[in-house]
Every structure is written in C-alpha cells, then in structure tokens.
C-alpha cells in the first residue's frame, strides 16, 4: 500500500486541514474493510476511521465531525481528509486494506500539527 499526505507533505497548522491517501494495488482492493490507525510517539496505535466490511463508517470519538473517510474504487484508494487539526492528531498515520481475513498495511505517513 502506497500512502501519501498530499500537498505539505503532512505538515498543517492548528485549526488547518490535510488530505491523506493510500493507494492499493495488484490484488488488494479497497473495496471492503478498509481504514486509518494512528500513532502518537509513546502511545499505542489506536483507530481514526474505517469502512466495515459491510460498508458501514465507524469514526473515533476524537474524530467526529472532523475527519472524513472515502474511497474510490476505480482508483483503488482511500482517503482521510482532516480538517480542525489540532497538535493532539500529530502522528504516524497508517492505512489498511483487509483481504480474506488478513490486514495489510501502508508503512505510515507523518502527520505534523504546528500552532
């Protein structure tokens, strides 16, 4: 899995808003569980944003309202448009493509909020 911050390369400002992506490819698609965990330094991994397996959205609670989880099949990618940044959501963000039971991992991008 190919995952990118898009233009700023994952840098933002308080109260500003970054566009993540995460292209999959070959035989892994984003068309079922697919989803972002985060991770802060010195903290464990947790969850920000998921398509279940059904299709169904689930945020985290520290999310809500603020983040936006979409994909587009066609182009095989998912994405995680942040806006509200806050310095609580500096971390490694990290995508996932469930296939057949097996999560399969991007290997992070740096998400740094400034004031």
């Known amino acids: 899995l190919m995952c990118a911050a898009g233009v700023g390369g994952g840098l933002a400002q308080t109260g500003g808003s970054l566009r993540l992506s995460c292209a999959a490819s070959?035989?892994?698609?984003?068309?079922?569980?697919t989803g972002w965990y985060r991770q802060a330094p010195g903290k464990q991994r947790e969850l920000v944003a998921k398509?279940?397996?059904?299709?169904?959205?689930h945020y985290a609670d520290f999310v809500k309202g603020r983040f936006t989880i979409s994909r587009d099949i066609r182009k095989n990618t998912v994405y995680l448009e942040m806006t509200g940044l806050n310095s609580e959501d500096t971390a490694v963000y990290y995508c996932?493509?469930?296939?057949?039971?097996?999560?399969?991992w991007g290997k992070g991008t740096q998400v740094t909020v400034s004031s």
């Open positions: 996932y493509v469930n296939k057949v039971g097996v999560d399969y």
């Open positions: 070959g035989s892994i698609v984003v068309r079922g569980a």
């Open positions: 398509f279940t397996a059904d299709n169904s959205i």
